[in-house]
Every structure is written in C-alpha cells, then in structure tokens.
C-alpha cells in the first residue's frame, strides 16, 4: 500500500509569492494534518482536516489556510510568502478523528528567497 | 502553556548498549503520549505510544515509560544499532473540538558509535 505521498518535493519561491503544496493520504485515511519543522526544531501544527472540515488550527496567520476535497486529499496554501515560511512542510494522515497517531509522507522542502 | 520539551538535545551510545530518551511535557490534562523517530530526508515515523491509563508500554526493543506525577515520558531502546541513528520526538496529543493536534517537543538526535 502507498504511504502518504505529497508533491512537490522541493520548492523554491521568492517573498510575496503564493503556493500550493499537496497532499495524498493513505488509502482509507480520513484525517489530514499539516505540520511545519523548521530545521532543528519538532514539527509545528498548522491544519487538522477531517472529512472536509477543518478541526484544528495551530497558531499561524491567515496567510495560510488548506482544504480537504471529496477523496481525503488535501492542498495547504500559503500567501504573501515571507522569508520565514522556509522550512519543510509534511502532511500526515490518520484513520479517523481521535487519540490517533500520525502516519507522515516525506514533506515539501519549501525555500522562500 | 502547552509544550513538550526534551532534557537533551544529542546522544550518543555505542553499538549494542543501551539508549534513554527523555521527555518532559507540561499539560497534566494530555491523555495520549507517542515516540517518533525521524531520519534524515524522511517525515516521522511512529515507534511506540502510550495512554495515560499506563505506566509502561513494550515493544520490538523499546519500551516507554510514563510519570504522571512529574509529567516525565521516556524511551528506552535495547541493543542499539547504528540504524537507529535518527532524532527522537516525545508527542502529546491535545484534543480540540471535534479532533486533535499533536504537540512536539524539540528532538533529541541519537548518535550510534559503531
């Protein structure tokens, strides 16, 4: 079975820019969550999503925001970007909405410049 | 507040000994504790968890302890191998309306001498 994939992998962008990062997650997953680890530092919580709606926010501005679509994907988008929006952003999913653990694809490596 | 902190930042063991991670979180009402390990290029990956019903849990080489009383959480790995080199996460999950988030500490990055 696939993991949780997400695309791109890399991605290279200049302040003020947008972006759309991607998420697919395992088969029969309804749950997806962004997380944002900048380098040395555990994973930051951004987005709960379970089917389709939005269940938790961590504390990042309005710049971002995501959606979930009818098949359990996920886009999160970030706006406006700044310098310190560089970091890797890794999507997780999970069975359902509970005490869950989280299954993580590889993440987007994202470079503002 | 709610944060999950680790006491060290690196260890380093040799080939086949032992290896203990620890943990301290801050919120007495988290009912649901995970380890992950996260190599390099790579997203975490669940080791091990445990509910706050529990003291202790066991696994394939490691095992994970919890105090409640000194809100402590740690990760013991058996015999450890060089494949084990990786950061270690202590997380909590924190429950919202409807879902959860999970809170991670820092990292403590284990160095396995071959």
């Known amino acids: 079975d696939a993991g949780v994939t997400q695309s791109p992998t890399h991605l290279i962008k200049t302040r003020g820019q947008h972006v759309t990062l991607r998420c697919s997650p395992i088969?029969?997953?309804?749950?997806v969550s962004w997380y944002q680890q900048v380098l040395g530092q555990g994973p930051q919580f951004i987005f709960q999503?379970?089917?389709?709606?939005?269940?938790g926010r961590g504390n990042f501005p309005d710049r971002f925001s995501a959606r979930q679509f009818p098949n359990y994907s996920s886009e999160l988008n970030v706006n406006a970007l700044l310098l310190g929006d560089s970091a890797l952003y890794l999507c997780?999913?999970?069975?359902?909405?509970?005490?869950?653990?989280?299954?993580f694809g590889s993440g987007t490596q994202l470079s503002v410049l | 507040g709610e944060s999950v902190g680790l006491h060290l930042p690196t260890l380093s063991v040799q080939e086949g000994d032992n290896s203990i991670i620890n943990c301290a979180y801050s919120?007495?009402?988290?009912?649901?504790f995970i380890w992950y390990k996260q190599e390099s290029g790579k997203g975490p990956q669940f080791i091990i968890d445990?509910?706050?019903?529990?003291d202790k849990r066991q696994g394939q080489r490691v095992t994970v302890l919890l105090n409640k009383t000194v809100k402590h959480l740690s990760l013991q790995i058996a015999a450890t191998q060089p494949g084990d080199s990786a950061v270690y996460f202590c997380?909590?999950?924190?429950?919202?309306?409807?879902?959860?988030?999970?809170?991670f500490g820092a990292g403590t990055r284990l160095f396995v001498k071959a």
């Open positions: 997780a999913s999970s069975p359902w909405s509970g005490d869950e653990k989280l299954f």
């Open positions: 088969s029969g997953h309804k749950s």
């Open positions: 999503y379970y089917e389709k709606e939005e269940r």
């Open positions: 919120n007495s009402a988290s009912d649901y």
């Open positions: 445990i509910r706050s019903n529990m």
């Open positions: 997380a909590e999950n924190s429950r919202n309306t409807g879902g959860f988030k999970t809170i």
